[in-house]
């Protein structure tokens, strides 16, 4: 059950704009991360579990305050290394405020930083791989039988 109040959508614009002021404050820093496809480990673990949101954006807030206190201390490495990992958690979640306007990624539809979202994405996050034959089809993510072989029934 989703539970729906004008109350938490204003929480939820104020969190998501305290992201954004984050992420503005660091690219002027630091500038835009040549590469931002890393998520932190936690986070991949999170997603991994049933698609914990709750848990990964606890990390995603967490990030951006060690990020927040970089940039308070000028700390230009530390606000980088926070930036790239927020830039990329956001992407997984279709947040990212420096992608196109509904642009999902920037590798096409159902691709989440260059990969495809699936139940084994963790293992693929580091590997790159998928299993033998899994379909990667954001419609379909679980694993279907070979061809020419039935289900058993």
């Given at each position: 059950?989703?539970?729906?109040?004008?109350?938490?959508?204003?929480?939820?614009?104020?969190?998501?704009?305290?992201?954004?002021?984050?992420?503005?404050?660091?690219?002027?820093?630091?500038?835009?991360?040549?590469?931002?496809?890393?998520?932190?480990?936690?986070?991949?673990?999170?997603?991994?579990?049933?698609?914990?949101?709750?848990?990964a954006v606890a990390v995603l807030h967490n990030t951006v305050r060690e990020g927040n206190t970089a940039l308070a201390a000028s700390d230009k490495e530390g606000a980088a290394t926070a930036l790239a990992s927020v830039l990329a958690m956001l992407d997984v979640l279709g947040l990212?405020?420096?992608?196109?306007?509904?642009?999902?990624?920037?590798?096409?539809?159902?691709?989440?930083?260059?990969?495809?979202?699936?139940?084994?994405?963790?293992?693929?996050?580091?590997?790159?791989?998928?299993?033998?034959?899994?379909?990667?089809?954001?419609?379909?993510?679980?694993?279907?039988?070979?061809?020419?072989?039935?289900?058993?029934?």
């Amino acid at each position: 059950m989703i539970d729906y109040a004008d109350e938490s959508l204003a929480e939820a614009a104020a969190a998501y704009g305290r992201i954004e002021g984050f992420v503005t404050r660091a690219v002027e820093l630091v500038g835009v991360p040549a590469d931002a496809s890393a998520v932190p480990d936690d986070f991949a673990a999170s997603m991994d579990d049933d698609l914990g949101v709750p848990g990964a954006v606890a990390v995603l807030h967490n990030t951006v305050r060690e990020g927040n206190t970089a940039l308070a201390a000028s700390d230009k490495e530390g606000a980088a290394t926070a930036l790239a990992s927020v830039l990329a958690m956001l992407d997984v979640l279709g947040l990212n405020p420096l992608a196109a306007p509904g642009a999902a990624s920037d590798s096409g539809s159902g691709a989440i930083c260059g990969r495809s979202w699936t139940p084994w994405s963790r293992s693929r996050w580091s590997s790159g791989r998928r299993p033998g034959n899994a379909r990667t089809s954001p419609r379909q993510t679980h694993p279907r039988p070979a061809r020419g072989r039935r289900a058993s029934r």
